[in-house]
């Protein structure tokens, strides 16, 4: 079965209680670095191995007291994109957005390491700062 980046269900029926949990498709997910203003910002697509690898991070999210982290200049973090539907995945949490609906969720499997990881190998530590 071809797995997406269900955001969108995860909007539609994978926000089940308190939790997240998204299928990620590493032909139609992008990935962002979350570090320029006025800018593009740097893009990359990941394999299938990192987006299953990914998509075990963003399971079973519980929602956060905490609010999405304020927007700041430099690294902020990334941006998983697919369609209308964006994860911002930083400073702690998983922010789920959808139109104008916004759910934050605690990033306890770290997805945000692993995405710097993967942003290291692609050759951009320097533009994250780490």
């Given at each position: 079965m071809k797995k997406s980046l269900l955001l969108a269900l995860a909007m539609l029926s994978?926000?089940?209680?308190?939790?997240?949990?998204?299928?990620?498709?590493?032909?139609?997910?992008s990935v962002a670095i979350d570090v320029f203003s006025g800018r593009p910002n740097p893009t990359f697509q990941l394999s299938a191995a990192e987006a299953a690898a990914l998509e075990e991070r963003l399971s079973d999210l519980s929602r956060s007291d905490r609010d999405a982290p304020e927007a700041v200049l430099g690294y902020r973090g990334f941006i998983v994109a697919?369609?209308?539907?964006?994860?911002?995945?930083?400073?702690?949490?998983?922010?789920?957005?959808?139109?104008?609906?916004?759910?934050?969720?605690e990033d306890r499997h770290n997805a945000e390491a692993y995405l710097i990881q993967i942003a290291k190998q692609r050759g951009y530590?320097?533009?994250?700062?780490?």
């Open positions: 994978g926000c089940t209680g308190n939790t997240l949990d998204v299928d990620v498709d590493a032909q139609t997910a697919q369609g209308e539907t964006r994860l911002h995945v930083g400073k702690g949490v998983v922010v789920h957005e959808r139109g104008a609906e916004r759910e934050v969720y530590g320097n533009v994250i700062g780490r």
